[in-house]
Nanobody, 119 residues
Framework: QVQLVESGGGLVQPGGSLKLSCAASGSFRSINAMGWYRQAPGNRRDVVATITRGGTTNYADSVKDRFTISRDNAKNMVYLQMNSLKPEDTAVYYC?????????????WGQGTQVTVSS
């Protein structure tokens, strides 16, 4: 089992910045791909950014050039630096991770952290 705990959400004005963090803990051999997703009220949960264990990244078009995903494999953590925030970025942000226990693969989700962009 893997547990993911996000932190760093909050209220920020348009144009501002926030950095989200997600820590993985539990019983696993390795954390594989990690990512950030978001869900606004009434909308589906959509991918924001993903990063492989080797550091290859992918971004949703709506956040390219504004958000940066990174990870620290030694600490089993993933981060999302969000710059030039817009009101439409308001959502609950969820951390996601694929993992291996050695005999099976699994997927874990965090509980979510609220990001609100408003003046």
């Amino acid at each position: 089992q893997v547990q993911l705990v996000e932190s760093g959400g909050g209220l920020v004005q348009p144009g501002g910045s926030l950095k989200l963090s997600c820590a993985a803990s539990g019983s696993f051999r390795s954390i594989n791909a990690m990512g950030w997703y978001r869900q606004a009220p009434g909308n589906r949960r959509d991918v924001v950014a993903t990063i492989t264990r080797g550091g290859t990244t992918n971004y949703a078009d709506s956040v390219k050039d504004r958000f940066t995903i990174s990870r620290d494999n030694a600490k089993n953590m993933v981060y999302l630096q969000m710059n030039s925030l817009k009101p439409e970025d308001t959502a609950v942000y969820y951390c996601n991770a694929g993992y291996s226990t050695g005999w099976r693969l699994g997927e874990a989700w965090g509980q979510g952290t609220q990001v609100t962009v408003s003046s």
